[in-house]
DNA sequence: TATGAATGAGCTTTCATTCAT
DNA sequence: CATGAATGAAAGCTCATTCAT
């Protein structure tokens, strides 16, 4: 049972603002009351403490101590510390599909777009750590939180149709080969950066190595890239 | 701070007993029996109940119901939820040592060798659930646990070692190209089939498919295959 | 600790308004109106949910819920959560002195008047259940609240004075015994009756019958009058 | 979800130990680690605090400092705030069954026996005030917990039967009336005591009488003997 | 070896209330 | 007259852990 109820701003209808998260810019100059820029920093705050000690070591203080904000907007804005983690796991969500949306291959041969995707993808997961996190997180929920988005249709990856549009193009071009499903190759493209990512601490342990230096990074870029278009290439002379 | 005078279990001087989790023949009386078999069922429980919950969301308890012992026990015997849970940690490993052990790649020619290994990484994550949500959670905690580890002389890895003689193999016979690097390898190899399993429960509600019907995992196995040697045999001719 | 400038309602001097609740006749603009509905619709909510949850279950939030106001009318208005509570209070007290100003026993016999009487409380009990909750309640308190009403002088009951007269002509007439106080009959009275109303749960659950029935209710009322009647005429031949 | 789950105290089936609440003849002098014992203070001191504040006033930590016990100690025995509120609620119907079985009335004449009964009842609610406590409590929630206890069957009250007996004698030999049921009969009874007490608070204030001094107490007890006895009696000659 | 009793710290959440507009 | 934003105090409850037998 929630305690602001009736209007209470974490019932309220959520108004499409576009998947940014950047705050509008501020047409006064207000330091106080300004509900946007506090929902704001709660919301900063929390990806990235559940980033950095997941959900449950995270506690709603320590949101509230980074946010600079008292304890109870948490409850004000975002009605519990699990509606905190959902807004927050929808956030690097949209993070994801802005930073795919952003990428633009049309021009680019079907090698190179492949190669831009999967550079992409890298890129990503070493820009918003947060995400590689939160999915990992998330997944060890058996992704409960997600499934009950009301935002999961916004989550639609579109990288995936680009690199349908891709394939096809190399294959009219009999580079690539056929019979190859987007979806597929996607998971494969992101399963070889991810991994690399999420993995890196045990990795990085048991192999002793720094998976995370400049050096380490180019060159597994390099190999993705490689191990693609070896595969899409396969065979085609 | 010692929990247990004398010598309490947890603090004894860990015998090898082989990655083997299965209890040894009983050789002496029942009452003997008892304390391992106790300790096993602890252990068992810990693994299932952490892979389940994760480790903050386990309590204690939930284990020793599990295990349908005393929750003191757990104290006996592990110490700590901390002791426990890297128990539980060292037994995946243990056990991902064993299954690496148990391939024999030696009669085989290079490609199948190759395909046998990444055959194998999948059927680990597929038979052993855990494993993949321990290194989930692991890696949350940066490694945290797995760096404290007395026993993580025993984890490495075989499978690189049995990759790098192979590949030489290849090379030899002209098959695989060139400047791999068997760890790297390794890596891609393990991240293409980890990543699904480890993210199947997101992928699945992003793409509202089922990832780990068994057609869909026939099909990411032979993928996987195709992937990996299509990389390893590229401009091979 | 003044909790709003000026003078707020909730400050200014209490007008005699008569016992009456219902709002006088709109004398001047709507503006005016407006304030004294606001007010109304407040303590009419107050009523409700006190007398269902209690005090402390009671929240702001609830009253200003139901009376489709903004939780701050609350203070604007009474103050505070004790001033609304003593405000409702004092409203049920005043709705019991309207309803036993209403009864006229002059022209009836005494018995008959005694009996309209003792009716009369098993009427209000029964079309006013939040007075009976509102009394238990605050004797919980030790009618803490109650004791410190400016209003209290209002809340002598006139039936102890109709009582009075009653008796005197019915023992002018011979037909009631002697040296009976007003004051302790009313309470036999009201006793009689309150204990029915104010325990009905308890007593439902402990003999499984339902008091509130028409024919239990009929039942009681004349058992009631009958116990009365028989102790006031005991021994008049 | 109560954390101790399985074997904790509050879990466990309760045993039959008749109805007193007196703890067990200690049989060693044990001052530590005695659960009968603590869970005894606990509930003293519960009973004590929910009748004097009532249920949502009462915290936790007033009943445990006043039991001097540890707080958590009441969730070991108790589960919850509201299992405490049940087991104390139990506790008051347990003291009024145990009062009302020790009455012997085979021996007096048909009028004795009533008066003896009246008298009980006023003797109750004065020696145990918690017991009007809490039902008038129980009866603002609706009766709510007293509904879900497991030990409902136990709290029909033996004073009805007696009285059944009672009356029939009286009938019998030709004093009390016919048509008269037990049951209402106890309500009656009843009614002219409880609300004597539940309401003395209010009853005080308006009337400006200390309703608990001893003369005032006599007088109640007569005349509440004289109502009941007039009424059985009326027109029996 | 095994177990019931006891503890202290800490966490999420709720509520009445006030500030600022 | 009305309202959204903000706050501090506290309450119930849970957990890992230790004591004492």
Redesign the interface.
Known sequence: MP????TAPHRMRLQRRGPSLRKPPARRAVRKRDADATRAKILEAALAEFAAQ?L??TRIEDVADRARVNRRMIYYYFGSKEGLYLAALEAVYLELIEVESEIDVEQMDPVEAIAAMVDLKIDHYQTYPRFV?F?????????RH??KSKR?AE???PLTQIIGRVLERGQRQGIFRKGIDP??LY??I???????F??????????G?DLMSPEALD??KE?NV???I??L??GMG
Do not use: W
């Not at 305690?3 to 009736?6: G, L, N, V």
């Not at 999915?135 to 992704?143: H, T």
């Not at 992101?190 to 690399?196: D, I, N, P």
């Open positions: 305690s602001d109820r009736k997941g449950p070591d996190a999915l990992n997180m998330e997944n060890l929920y058996g992704a997600l499934r999961l989550f639609k990856t979806v597929d998971i494969s992101c399963a070889l950066g991810f991994m690399y999420s993995n890196r601490h045990t990795l990085g342990v048991i192999f190595r060159q597994r190999t490689d191990i693609i070896s595969y290439t396969r």
